[in-house]
């Protein structure tokens, strides 16, 4: 008995080490299909609702258009600004830098410094030389060209594997469904629809979220003078839909442009301004607007965020929290179903004789409401 209980151990622990090893060579099609099945819940709800007025296909179809819709708008209206107000920024570095030395002029102590390390002079060199390094960064750039080709190939199969999903996924659970007891599938069915609809209600707080990130950011910039706010405003907004460290990366993005801006006044204003509303988006604002989107407490979202971020990076931090609702779902459902086993466990798992009889129908689970005569 004993060398078979070792042989046992042995054999889970080899099969376990295999298993993580095949995971780990498998990480990246794997974090694929997360993505993919994520991005097919979340669009299921908009899918179900046109497929009632049209054929499931055009219903996937149409929304995939509005989807990819999405960002081409964004960068019509981001990019052209971004060019234009970039190139008029590096035919000016020259007049900040003559600013700059003034500036230092004006201040003893900064006169000292100057006078010691000559800061401006070598500043006002660089500026002039910087229309002719554009041309160099320009040539470093095409190298990030394979990275851009290896991410749209994922981006594509990412859709590719959501569309799947989106046209053959009911009727996958419907058959995995049908091979289950009529108590179990009942529950697993509910399961499964309160999961989708976490992940449901995690895109709408979370597009929320953004919104009001990208609102606000534009009465900020609207009221400090800054140029294209529209444009800021809206990669204000993108970089919210990133818990925790979006409205950082943003705050920092526009904060660089203010400096040609109004400075020091418009800087120090959206210091401050990104400061205080990052604390109130990270610690009220989504939160709040997740526990009544998802129905999780902030602090199992916190707390899910600051683990998903550390284990997957972005992506882990995206999906942290509709990740937590759905374990909190499987839990409650997990507990209720114990709770329901008190004293009973095995009549309650054991199918009665008719049941038995009659078996599994190909038509999916039986229904838990009795059925009338005719």
């Known amino acids: 008995m004993q060398g078979r209980a070792i042989v046992r151990v042995v054999v889970i622990v080899i099969v376990a080490v295999c298993t993580l090893a095949l995971i780990y060579v498998l990480r990246k099609p794997l974090t694929w299909l997360v993505l993919a099945t994520f991005l097919a819940v979340a669009l299921s709800g908009p899918v179900n609702y046109l497929d009632r007025r049209m054929p499931r296909g055009v219903a996937i179809a149409v929304v995939y258009l509005c989807l990819l819709a999405v960002p081409v708008a ?28 003034e500036f230092v002029k004006e201040s003893d102590t900064l006169r000292s410094i100057e006078e010691d390390y000559g800061i401006t002079e070598n500043l006002e060199a660089q500026a002039k030389t910087l229309p002719t390094k554009i041309g160099d960064a320009a040539s470093a750039l095409g190298g990030i060209g394979v990275g851009l080709v290896n991410s749209l190939f994922a981006l594509v199969t990412i859709l590719i594997l959501a569309a799947f999903m989106l046209g053959g996924g009911k ?20 399961v499964l629809d309160r999961m989708a609809g976490a992940v449901g209600g995690y895109v709408v707080g979370a597009l929320a979220v953004a919104f009001i ?3 606000l950011a534009f009465v900020v910039l609207t009221i400090l003078g800054v140029p294209f706010r529209g444009p800021l405003a809206v990669i204000v907004g993108l970089f919210s839909l990133i818990p925790l460290v979006g409205a950082t990366i943003a705050a920092i993005i526009v904060g660089l442009v ?26 009220l604002l989504q939160p709040q607007i997740h526990k009544r989107t ?21 992506i882990g931090a995206v999906l942290a929290i509709p990740a937590a609702a759905s374990i909190q779902i499987a839990l409650a459902e997990w507990w209720s179903w114990r709770e329901g086993r008190d004293g009973a466990a095995e009549e309650a798992d054991a199918p009665d004789e008719e049941d038995a009889a009659s078996g599994p129908t190909s038509d999916g689970p039986r229904s838990a409401e009795p059925v009338e005569p005719a």
Do not use: C, K, M
Not at 262 to 274: G, S
Not at 296 to 307: G, H, K, Q
């Open 294 to 314: 998802v129905h999780v407490d902030p602090f199992v979202i916190l707390v899910a965020v600051l683990f998903g971020g550390t284990l997957l990076g972005v």
């Open 258 to 283: 203010t400096l040609f801006t109004n400075f020091p006044t418009a800087t120090i204003v959206w210091t401050v301004w990104a400061i205080v509303y990052q604390q109130l988006e990270n610690n």
């Open 171 to 190: 009727s996958w659970i419907n058959q995995a469904l049908a091979l289950q007891t009529r108590e179990r599938a009942v529950r697993l069915r509910r």
């Open 74 to 101: 964004l960068a019509a209206l981001v990019i052209p600004p971004l060019v234009r107000e970039g190139n008029e920024l590096i035919s000016n570095v020259p007049g900040y830098a003559a600013d700059v030395q």
């Open 213 to 215: 990130a990208g609102t």
